[in-house]
C-alpha cells in the first residue's frame, strides 16, 4: 500500500480494519494486526465489531474522511479497539481473523 500527498498516522493493518466496519455483520469480530508489534505507530493493529462502527456514530466520525486521509490511528484513539503489544521481535506477517457467528 503506497500513499501520496496524505498526512494522516495509522497503519495498514489499521486501515484494513476501518475498511472492513461497513462490511461486518451484527455479530462479526475483525482483528487484523502486525506480528511485529508495529503497524506504522505504536499500536500492533486492531479489533473493530459494530459496537466500533455505533461508536463512530455516536461521535459523528465520517469513517470516509479517516480513510482518505490515511487517519486511521486518530480514529481508533476516539472509538477504541487499538491493539498494543510492544515489540515482539518476530516480524513474519499480518494476522486478520474475522469471526463470524
Not at 469480530?29 to 459494530?50: E, Q, R, W, Y
Not at 486511521?72 to 472509538?79: D, G, I, P, Q
Request: glycine fraction near 12%; hydrophobic fraction near 35%.
Amino acid at each position: 500500500m503506497v500513499i501520496k500527498d496524505v498526512h494522516g498516522t495509522g497503519g495498514r493493518n489499521q486501515y484494513l480494519g476501518m475498511s472492513a466496519l461497513g462490511k461486518l455483520g451484527d455479530k462479526d469480530t475483525f482483528v487484523s494486526l502486525a506480528s511485529d508489534g508495529v503497524d506504522n505507530s505504536p499500536p500492533a493493529g486492531v479489533i473493530v465489531d459494530k459496537t466500533t462502527m455505533l461508536k463512530a456514530e455516536e461521535l459523528a466520525l465520517d469513517t470516509k474522511h479517516y480513510l482518505t486521509h490515511s487517519d486511521t490511528l486518530t480514529f481508533f484513539e476516539k472509538t477504541g479497539g487499538l491493539i498494543y503489544t510492544g515489540p515482539t521481535g518476530a516480524n513474519v506477517s499480518d494476522l486478520m481473523l474475522l469471526l463470524r457467528e
